[in-house]
């Protein structure tokens, strides 16, 4: 891992257009369905280079990524609470805000991508600290991340709430990515229980994962961290995706 190069696209903007090269494969079919992430993600590239981060090997291959937004929260919650609606509102927020020229407060991270080649090694908490570190030179004072558990998926029926709450021995919690953020000296803050909404109709939900979608009710999804709610009759599936908001001081 010591050979990797690591920078923001500002400094290396022939990578603009290469960031989707980095671990192509990182989320299930599904999860490529947000319709703000369709519109809006691709535009950070160009609008926000400096917090838009990729990690290549020394012949220049994308093995790594991670994705910020900027936005202002002090302007909608003066109390400084983080939205329900999570990751959409946030990218929702930080496009418009930059449309508006109103000036951002704060950072949230959007993704952080790895390789299947260079998982458990490091690199993901490597990203982390690199993306903390764009946001500080860019002059700003928190990080924030509405992250998604990595192991919630194994335990779909549980609340993210319950989930967040459950720690390891030495305190810790029992989700991977949550302890990468939290070593990283981020703090638990809230679930977002809403954070990014996949609908369509059960023919695309049959093509989106393989499963039949015969039946209403509850539809465990592999890589789903809660359940998928499927209606027969409508026509239509709805998964609605949980994160938990994490805060990073930078200062």
Sequence with gaps: MDDLVLTTVAQRPEYATRLGEAAAHAWPHFMMQDLVAEVLLGQLVTVFPE???????AD????????????????????????????DQVLIWGMRDHADGRPADRVSALEIAIDDAYLGVGLSG??????????????????????????KHRHPRMPMSQYVATTRADGLPIDPWLRVHVRAGGVIDAVAPASMVFAGSLAEW?????????????????????????????DHAVYVEPNVWVRHRLR
Excluded: K, Y
């Design 206 to 234: 049959r093509d989106w994962t393989g499963l039949p979608f015969a039946a209403s009710g509850s539809v465990e999804v592999p890589e789903a961290l809660v359940p998928v709610h499927c209606d027969l009759e409508q």
């Design 51 to 57: 917090l838009q981060l990729i990690a290549t090997t």
């Design 60 to 87: 220049g291959r994308p093995v790594a990524r991670a994705r910020a937004v900027p936005f202002a929260l002090a302007h909608r919650s003066p109390a400084g609470t983080l939205p329900a609606n999570g990751w």
């Design 126 to 151: 490597r990203m982390l600290q690199a993306l903390r570190g764009a946001a500080l030179a860019a002059g700003f004072d928190e990080l924030v991340a509405p992250v998604r558990p990595n192991h």
